[in-house]
C-alpha cells in the first residue's frame, strides 16, 4: 500500500548500520494541516537512504512511502510490526528530476546515424 504525507521534518536520525547489507534512516514527519495532526517516523532502508541528504530538520517535505506490515511469533503470542518506507521525498511539493533509467525503453538506432560514405577502412 502506498501513502503520501505532507508535513514538517521534525527529526533526522543518523544511519544506522545493522548489518554489511542492511542500513536504514529514520525522519519523523509532522502534519502541518488538518484538525487531528499526526506525526509519524518513516524509514530509509540502503539506497534510499541517499535520498534523505540535503532534508533537515523543520524542512516543509512531501513523502510518499510504502506501508508494510509484518507478522511475528514472539514468546507472548504474535505481533504485528508495521513501517513506513520512504521510496521518494521532496522539499514543499518540489518535483524532483527524473532519474535515468537504465534498461528501460526502446532504442532509437536512427538517432544519430552513421553516414554511408564514413568507411572504417
Not at 532502508?45 to 510504502?66: A, P, R, S
Not at 521532496?90 to 528501460?104: A, C, I, L
Amino acid at each position: 500500500m502506498q501513502l503520501q504525507i505532507k508535513g514538517q521534518v521534525k527529526f533526522k536520525s543518523e544511519v544506522s548500520v545493522i548489518s554489511d547489507k542492511f542500513s536504514k534512516q529514520t525522519i519523523w514527519v509532522a502534519e502541518t494541516e488538518g484538525e487531528y495532526k499526526q506525526t509519524y517516523e518513516l524509514q530509509a532502508i540502503n539506497k534510499n537512504i541517499d535520498k534523505l541528504q540535503g532534508f533537515n530538520v523543520n524542512d516543509i517535505v512531501v513523502v510518499d512511502c510504502n506501508v508494510n506490515g509484518k507478522v511475528v511469533n514472539t514468546k507472548n503470542g504474535e505481533r504485528v510490526f508495521n513501517s513506513l518506507d520512504i521510496w521518494k521525498i521532496s522539499k514543499n511539493g518540489e518535483v524532483q528530476p527524473p532519474q535515468p533509467q537504465v534498461g528501460k525503453g526502446k532504442i532509437d538506432v536512427n538517432a544519430n546515424p552513421v553516414p554511408q560514405d564514413d568507411l572504417p577502412f
